[in-house]
């Protein structure tokens, strides 16, 4: 299924865009993943190496672009 699909529900649906400075987490996340050689990585337990990066979400820390 994808987004446009999912969009068309019926439901109240709300997007909103995140610079990935503002999400460290899916940011380190997405990078991490896109080395992997599989199609979709499905995490049960948060990830030993991005405890820093929650952290810092967390306190609301921002980061500059590169």
Same mark, same amino acid.
């Given at each position: 299924?994808e987004?446009?699909d @999912?969009?068309?529900?019926?439901? +109240?649906?709300?997007?909103?865009? =995140?610079?990935?400075?503002? +999400? ?12 992997? +050689? ?13 405890? =820093? ?10 980061? @500059?672009?590169?």
């Amino acid at each position: 299924m994808e987004i446009r699909d @999912l969009l068309r529900k019926n439901w +109240n649906v709300q997007l909103q865009h =995140i610079l990935r400075e503002g +999400n460290m987490c899916v940011d380190h996340l997405a990078k991490k993943e896109a080395t992997q +050689n599989q199609p979709l990585v499905i995490h049960h337990d948060t990830p030993h190496d991005i405890h =820093i990066q929650l952290l810092a979400d967390a306190m609301g820390v921002e980061t @500059l672009r590169e």
